[in-house]
Nanobody, 117 residues
Framework: QVQLVESGGGLVQPGGSLRLSCAAS????????MGWYRQAPGKERELVAV???????NYADSVKGRFTISRDNAKNTVYLQMNSLKPEDTAVYYC???????????WGQGTQVTVSS
């Protein structure tokens, strides 16, 4: 069993920054790719950023250059640094990890990010 606990969401003005954290706990086996997704009102859940166990990253075009994903394997934690936030970034953000051992994904509980003046 793997649990993902997210933190760091909140209300921020346009142009501001937030850092999201997602810490994994429990029976952590075979975690490799970690990522962040988001779902805005009325829209489908979309991939924001992913990071491999080796540190290779990929980003959605809409956040490239503004967001940075990173991980601390010793702490079993993945981060999303969000800079230059825009109102269209408003969404519930979910972390996700894939376990090769359990052959399944695990999801965080979601954290609300609201960008508004």
């Amino acid at each position: 069993q793997v649990q993902l606990v997210e933190s760091g969401g909140g209300l921020v003005q346009p142009g501001g920054s937030l850092r999201l954290s997602c810490a994994a706990s429990g029976n952590i086996f075979g975690i490799n790719v970690m990522g962040w997704y988001r779902q805005a009102p009325g829209k489908e859940r979309e991939l924001v950023a992913v990071i491999s166990s080796g540190g290779t990253t990929n980003y959605a075009d809409s956040v490239k250059g503004r967001f940075t994903i990173s991980r601390d394997n010793a702490k079993n934690t993945v981060y999303l640094q969000m800079n230059s936030l825009k109102p269209e970034d408003t969404a519930v953000y979910y972390c996700n990890v894939y376990s090769t051992y359990y052959r399944r994904d695990y999801w965080g509980q979601g954290t609300q990010v609201t960008v508004s003046s």
